[in-house]
T-cell receptor
């Protein structure tokens, strides 16, 4: 079974621009969660989508948004990029319906550099 | 979800067992213990999880104390490829927060030749 895939893997943007990252979950998984990882703050939860609805949200400004499509693929968008948004963005998927112990599986991440 | 405490770093000789401790003294009865690891700049990799019984899979063993206030991840024969940051997380699967993992700083395991 294919794992979680994320595109693009690397991205360079300038301040003020916006960016869209994509995540395709493991087949059959309906929950997609997004995380930001920086050297200073570590791994931080951004938000989770399940059945096209945001189910959980972390403590990030409104510039960070996401959506999920009917096929469970998810995108996250960051508008008006700041230098501090440079990070590794990770997505993880799980069944999301209380099946078993709901293990989350992570993708390889998208490394974003804001100049 | 309960907070976990892990030592920031540990060393282990190649071929020896690596024992990584985790303290979760405020764990509640329905919270599971999960372990993930992250090799430099890659996505975290799921290792193992458990509720109260000891668990073993092809990657590792998980020993949970009887009072469930702490656990130990055991890599039986560490190799250089096991060098990574190891995260211990406790959570309630199937809860409203099921899709939200809270990561601490983890333990950086350095396996040395």
């Amino acid at each position: 079974k294919a794992g979680v895939t994320q595109t693009p893997r690397y991205l360079i943007k300038t301040r003020g621009q916006q960016v869209t990252l994509s995540c395709s979950p493991i087949s059959g998984h309906r929950s997609v969660s997004w995380y930001q990882q920086t050297p200073g703050q570590g791994l931080q939860f951004l938000f989770e989508y399940f059945s096209e609805t945001q189910r959980n949200k972390g403590n990030f400004p409104g510039r960070f948004s996401g959506r999920q499509f009917s096929n469970s693929r998810s995108e996250m968008n960051v508008s008006t990029l700041e230098l501090g948004d440079s990070a590794l963005y990770l997505c993880a998927s799980s069944f999301g319906q209380g099946y078993g112990t709901e293990t989350q599986y992570f993708g390889p991440g998208t490394r974003l550099l804001v100049l | 979800d309960a907070k976990t405490t892990q030592p920031p770093s540990m060393d282990c000789a190649e071929g020896r067992a690596a024992n990584l401790p985790c303290n979760h003294s405020t764990i509640s009865g329905n919270e599971y213990v999960y372990w993930y690891r992250q090799i430099h700049s890659q996505g975290p990799q799921y290792i193992i999880h458990g509720l109260k019984n000891n668990e073993t899979n092809e990657m590792a063993s998980l020993i949970i104390t009887e009072d469930r206030k702490s656990s130990t991840l055991i890599l039986p024969h560490a190799t250089l490829r096991d060098t990574a940051v190891y995260y211990c997380i406790v959570r309630v699967p199937g809860s409203s927060n099921t899709g939200k993992l809270i990561f601490g700083q983890g333990t950086t395991l350095q396996v040395k030749p």
